[in-house]
């Protein structure tokens, strides 16, 4: 239970040091609009800034399904440190803010806390696109496909800067498909 206290406490205080950082920043510009429907399915990480429980994630991707209530039911599945190792899954809601044009979502892992996630970049076609935060704390680059043209990640890693995120903290993530080790 200490442990438990102890992590949660470190994550808050890490939290407020980098909300007071990002507090001088505009707010991330959302994209225009997002049909949902489109933007539904599995989306592969390519890179990110990663949340504690993504450091060492391969073969991330990132799951949508629209529920009837119009929550977004999110499910997170990698393997940890090297392809071969189990997969693992993390269940969340997203909760489309409203007057968004479908935007702007607060995602919830756990009960009360949802956290900020702005579409910042989509493409026309609905194969790239880059979810960030006004903290500037996280950020993923996502496509359709494992991987992208180097031009594709160069040009959403400049996207990515352009919005105050260091690039030195982008990590790209390892994609190998077909996925060996399978579970």
Not at 127 to 141: H, M, Q
Request: charged share 20%.
């Amino acid at each position: 239970m200490r442990f438990t206290k102890a992590i949660l406490m470190s994550g808050v205080l890490a939290l407020i040091s980098v909300t007071s950082l990002a507090a001088d920043m505009a707010p991330i510009k959302p994209v225009e609009k997002v049909d949902l429907q489109r933007f539904m399915g599995p989306w592969y990480v390519i890179a990110s800034i990663p949340s504690a429980l993504e450091k060492k994630a391969y073969n991330a991707v990132e799951t949508y399904t629209l529920a009837p209530n119009g929550h977004i039911d999110t499910v997170f599945r990698y393997r940890n440190s090297a392809f071969t190792n189990p997969i693992k899954t993390i269940k969340s809601t997203g909760f489309v803010t409203p007057n968004t044009n479908n935007t702007v979502w607060g995602v919830q892992i756990v009960w009360p806390i949802k956290a900020q996630y702005v579409i910042a970049y989509l493409d026309d076609h609905y194969t790239e696109t880059i979810i960030a935060r006004d903290k500037r704390d996280y950020v993923w680059i996502m496509a359709r496909t494992p991987t992208i043209p180097q031009a594709d990640y160069d040009a959403m890693v400049a996207r990515v800067t352009a919005m105050g995120y260091k690039v030195s903290d982008i990590r790209k993530v390892p994609q190998q498909w077909p996925e060996a080790g399978k579970n």
